[in-house]
C-alpha cells in the first residue's frame, strides 16, 4: 500500500483516532480523561489533529453524495465473514510494530464481552461485525474518510462535534443551502433520512441491512455518531423510531470502546462458535 510522505498510515491514524476517543474524549466511567484533547501543544496529539482537519475539512454533503454512488452498488467485491476479516487484517501492515492487536483481536474482544454479558446472539455478532466497513482502507481510501466521529451533511455542523472548530474551513460552513439548523432536512424526518459523514459504519451498515435486526443495524450505522449518543445533539432531525433504537446503541458503545484487555481472545477455539453464528444470520458471501 502507498502512502505520501508526510502522511500518517492508515492504520496508524485509525489506531490514533481510536486512542484519542477512549482516552481523552469518552473515558471509561470512573475514570478521568488524560489531558485536555484541545492542548494543542503536546505533540503526541498531532496526528489526531491532523486527521480531525482532514476529516471536518473535507466531509462536505456534495462528497458524501459523490461516494455513496461510487460504493454503495457494493461491487467491489464478495467475500464471507471470515475472509472480510482475514482481508481487514492486511491493515495491520502499516500499523506501528508495538501494537500488538490485529483488526480481528478487537472485533473478538469487543464480541467476547457482549457474549459474556449474556446478551442475544445477534448482538454478539454485531461486535464481531461492526467494523468490517474499514475494508474501505484497502480500496485505497484516506483514512478521514473510512474512520472517525460521523455526522448529518448538509445541515449546520453541531458544536459539540470534536474539534467543532475545523469546520470553519469546510465549504458547507458557508453555503446557506446547508449552514442552517435544519439545513436541507425537515424536522424530526428520521435519521434515515438523513446524509451521513462517509465512513466505515454507513458503508457496512448497507452491506448487512438485509439480513441483521433493527438494533444491530443502527448499532453499525451510528456507533461513531458520539454527538447523537453521547452528546444529545440532532435530536431535531430524529422520529420516534430513532428514539426508540437510542439506547441499544449506547448499550453497544463501551463494548466497543472499552473491551480491549490485553490476553487476546484465542481464534482457533472460538472459530467453530462463530461460524454457526454467522450461518444463522448471513448468506455465505457478501456483497461488498
Same mark, same amino acid.
Given at each position: 500500500?502507498?502512502?505520501?510522505?508526510?502522511?500518517?498510515?492508515?492504520?496508524?491514524?485509525?489506531?490514533?483516532?481510536?486512542?484519542?476517543?477512549?482516552?481523552?474524549? /469518552?473515558?471509561?466511567?470512573?475514570?478521568?480523561?488524560?489531558?485536555?484533547?484541545?492542548?494543542?501543544?503536546?505533540?503526541?496529539?498531532?496526528? =489526531?489533529?491532523?486527521?480531525?482537519?482532514?476529516?471536518?475539512?473535507?466531509?462536505?454533503?456534495?462528497?458524501? =453524495?459523490?461516494?455513496?454512488?461510487?460504493?454503495?452498488?457494493?461491487?467491489?467485491?464478495?467475500?464471507?465473514?471470515?475472509?472480510?476479516?482475514?482481508?481487514?487484517?492486511?491493515?495491520? *501492515?502499516?500499523?506501528?510494530?508495538?501494537?500488538?492487536? *490485529?483488526?480481528?483481536?478487537?472485533?473478538?474482544?469487543?464480541?467476547?464481552?457482549?457474549?459474556?454479558? $449474556?446478551?442475544?446472539?445477534?448482538?454478539?455478532?454485531? $461486535?464481531?461485525?461492526?467494523?468490517?466497513?474499514?475494508?474501505?482502507?484497502? @480500496?485505497?481510501?484516506?483514512?478521514?474518510?473510512?474512520?472517525?466521529?460521523?455526522?448529518? =451533511?448538509?445541515?449546520?455542523?453541531?458544536?459539540?462535534?470534536? @474539534?467543532?472548530? @475545523?469546520?470553519?474551513?469546510?465549504?458547507?460552513?458557508? *453555503? &446557506? %443551502?446547508?449552514?442552517?439548523?435544519? $439545513?436541507? @432536512?425537515?424536522?424530526?424526518?428520521?435519521?434515515?433520512?438523513?446524509?451521513?459523514?462517509?465512513?466505515?459504519?454507513?458503508?457496512?451498515?448497507?452491506?448487512?441491512?438485509?439480513?441483521?435486526?433493527? &438494533?444491530?443495524?443502527?448499532?453499525? %450505522?451510528?456507533?461513531?455518531?458520539?454527538?447523537?449518543?453521547?452528546?444529545?445533539?440532532?435530536?431535531?432531525?430524529?422520529?420516534?423510531?430513532?428514539?426508540?433504537?437510542?439506547?441499544?446503541?449506547?448499550?453497544?458503545?463501551?463494548?466497543?470502546?472499552?473491551?480491549?484487555?490485553?490476553?487476546?481472545?484465542?481464534?482457533?477455539?472460538?472459530?467453530? /462458535?462463530?461460524?454457526?453464528?454467522?450461518?444463522? /444470520?448471513?448468506?455465505?458471501?457478501?456483497?461488498?
Amino acid at each position: 500500500m502507498n502512502h505520501s510522505a508526510g502522511r500518517p498510515r492508515t492504520a496508524d491514524a485509525a489506531e490514533a483516532w481510536e486512542e484519542f476517543v477512549q482516552q481523552q474524549v /469518552y473515558p471509561e466511567p470512573g475514570k478521568k480523561a488524560q489531558a485536555d484533547y484541545r492542548n494543542y501543544d503536546h505533540p503526541a496529539r498531532d496526528t =489526531v489533529r491532523q486527521f480531525y482537519q482532514e476529516n471536518h475539512r473535507r466531509q462536505t454533503y456534495e462528497f458524501v =453524495v459523490a461516494k455513496r454512488a461510487e460504493f454503495l452498488p457494493l461491487r467491489r467485491r464478495q467475500m464471507g465473514v471470515f475472509e472480510a476479516c482475514e482481508y481487514l487484517n492486511t491493515l495491520v *501492515d502499516d500499523s506501528d510494530p508495538d501494537i500488538d492487536l *490485529d483488526q480481528l483481536q478487537h472485533l473478538l474482544q469487543t464480541s467476547e464481552a457482549i457474549r459474556a454479558d $449474556g446478551h442475544e446472539d445477534w448482538f454478539v455478532l454485531t $461486535g464481531l461485525l461492526h467494523d468490517l466497513g474499514k475494508v474501505l482502507c484497502l @480500496y485505497g481510501e484516506p483514512q478521514w474518510a473510512v474512520v472517525g466521529d460521523t455526522f448529518p =451533511v448538509g445541515c449546520r455542523h453541531s458544536e459539540r462535534i470534536v @474539534y467543532h472548530e @475545523y469546520f470553519a474551513d469546510n465549504p458547507d460552513a458557508h *453555503d &446557506p %443551502r446547508y449552514n442552517t439548523k435544519l $439545513g436541507v @432536512y425537515q424536522p424530526h424526518c428520521g435519521l434515515r433520512n438523513v446524509l451521513m459523514s462517509w465512513g466505515h459504519d454507513e458503508y457496512l451498515y448497507h452491506v448487512m441491512k438485509d439480513y441483521l435486526p433493527e &438494533p444491530a443495524l443502527y448499532m453499525i %450505522r451510528y456507533h461513531s455518531f458520539y454527538a447523537w449518543h453521547r452528546e444529545g445533539e440532532y435530536d431535531w432531525l430524529c422520529d420516534q423510531h430513532d428514539r426508540a433504537m437510542l439506547p441499544w446503541v449506547r448499550k453497544f458503545n463501551p463494548y466497543d470502546l472499552y473491551s480491549k484487555c490485553p490476553q487476546p481472545p484465542d481464534w482457533d477455539r472460538l472459530r467453530p /462458535y462463530y461460524a454457526d453464528l454467522v450461518a444463522k /444470520y448471513l448468506p455465505a458471501q457478501l456483497a461488498f
